[in-house]
């Protein structure tokens, strides 16, 4: 795009608010523009989204779109397609910034495409080359295993979809001031051709295992469901949500529902603890971004501890119960 300038987030809001991983966007945003001397924008797109814009000032946005429109209610590709191609297109951004969200999985590579761009999926941290004041995208490649440098040199926007909880959001300041700009839609309802007819929320006891900042996870040397039953005291004395390689939820001890891995959920805890999990790098691919990992495995060969900055080689029958204990005594 000819005379792209500026960082464009696209935001998402959740029960009325700026979601997590749209505040930590804000935050990162706000760096990459003042490194390049750019503004940062927000797009909210759905309906009933306009209350939020103040917070996306607030949060860091020098100028917040919304784009309104009942069609807009609940995702659907073709609509969120059609109207952020004409987003970007108004406003022609120079870098384009979106949360590795469900919705973004399947928004990002068509919107590039779209765009006649690339977009780097499931990045780990973003900066600006001195020299070339283009965009450098790391994420994890060959399962995990090494990370990747990419740019995006031949096209614009320069697009990155970012993994939770790697870049901080900034302090609220009501105090900000900015520019909140109403976009229109453009969207004819009779030509969409798809539509939610449903949709149904997930139960989720305790704390989200996306949102935790401390995770608990067991692998398949738990070998039952009622050896994961041990993790609970443990993840409750840290307040830390529980999850599972992919072995435990294909043998039906626990809800696929919790699976983290690469064809699992991605988290990126400040803790996480690794029980009887081997550390293939299919579960690695969803942990790697944790900024520490503990392992407690009994073959002192396990491939877990190689990631790990600390680790117990022992029977986690025996080594649960005292960590466990010991941390309660801590946490009190």
Not at 229 to 237: M, V
């Amino acid at each position: 795009m000819a005379d792209s300038k500026g960082v464009l987030i696209f935001g998402e809001v959740v029960d009325g608010k700026l979601s997590a991983s749209t505040l930590e966007l804000l935050g990162g945003g706000r760096g990459l523009a003042d490194t390049l001397g750019e503004p940062l924008m927000l797009v909210l797109v759905g309906s009933g989204v306009a209350a939020c814009a103040k917070d996306g000032i607030a949060y860091g946005a020098n100028k917040v779109l919304v784009v309104e429109d009942a069609a807009l209610k609940e995702y659907t590709n073709d609509a969120y397609v059609n109207v952020m191609e004409n987003v970007v297109k108004q406003v022609t951004p120079n870098i384009l910034l979106m949360g590795m969200t469900p919705v973004v999985r399947d928004l990002a590579p068509r919107l590039a495409f779209r765009l006649g761009t690339a977009v780097s999926m499931d990045c780990l941290k973003l900066e600006i080359d001195s020299s070339s004041k283009l965009l450098l995208m790391t994420r994890p490649v060959f399962g995990g295993n090494a990370r990747g440098v990419y740019v995006c040199d031949k096209a614009k926007p320069q697009m990155a979809a970012v993994r939770a909880k790697v870049m901080d959001p900034k302090a609220k300041d009501d105090s900000r001031t900015g520019e909140v700009v109403n976009v229109a839609a453009g969207l004819d309802a009779s030509k969409l051709k798809m539509k939610n007819v449903a949709t149904k929320k997930e139960q989720v006891a305790g704390i989200k295992l996306e949102d935790a900042d401390v995770v608990v996870s067991g692998g398949r040397g738990l070998a039952s469901a009622e050896g994961f039953k041990l993790l609970q005291p443990l993840a409750t004395a840290l307040k830390a949500a529980v999850g599972a390689s992919r072995p435990p939820c294909d043998n039906g001890w626990v809800s696929p529902s919790i699976q983290i891995g690469l064809t699992g959920k991605i988290v990126s805890p400040s803790l996480y603890i690794a029980v009887a999990i081997s550390g293939s790098s299919q579960h690695m691919a969803g942990c790697s971004g944790s900024k520490n990992i503990i392992a407690i495995n009994k073959d002192p060969e396990a491939n877990i501890f190689k990631e790990a900055r600390f680790g117990v080689v022992g029977d986690f029958n025996k080594v649960l119960p005292a960590f466990t204990n010991k941390v309660k005594e801590l946490v009190k």
